[in-house]
């Protein structure tokens, strides 16, 4: 069933299928363009998957969920490809490295 949030253009599934955590929860709700921007290396799942959202100019507006059912992709495939990069990959949200500073 799709439910509306606050924004009636953004919807999200909410039939409970499959067990999902914060960081997959939280990549199938924003757009792909916020995924591939926070988890670069997402792109070669994508991609892998035959989508051609990297560099389409919806990937701004479709959340991943959207992406998923616009392309007839099962959540649970894609998230057991997607997890590794979720989990490994540092994200917008890494601290950065501080640089070596000359004494």
């Known amino acids: 069933m799709l439910q509306h949030k606050d924004n009636p253009a953004h919807f999200r599934y909410s039939g409970a299928m499959h067990e999902t955590s914060a960081p997959e929860e939280s990549a199938l709700d924003q757009s792909v363009a916020e995924v591939l921007t926070r988890w670069p290396a997402a792109?070669?799942?994508?991609?892998?998957?035959?989508?051609?959202?990297?560099?389409?100019?919806?990937?701004?507006?479709?959340?991943?969920?959207?992406?998923?059912?616009?392309?007839?992709?099962?959540?649970?495939?894609?998230?057991?490809?997607?997890?590794?990069?979720?989990?490994?990959?540092?994200?917008?949200?890494?601290?950065?490295?501080p640089a070596h500073e000359e004494e």
């Open 43 to 97: 792109a070669q799942v994508l991609l892998a998957f035959r989508m051609a959202c990297v560099g389409c100019n919806f990937s701004a507006f479709d959340t991943t969920r959207d992406a998923l059912r616009i392309h007839g992709i099962g959540t649970a495939e894609f998230l057991q490809r997607l997890r590794p990069i979720l989990q490994t990959s540092p994200g917008v949200d890494a601290q950065p490295t």
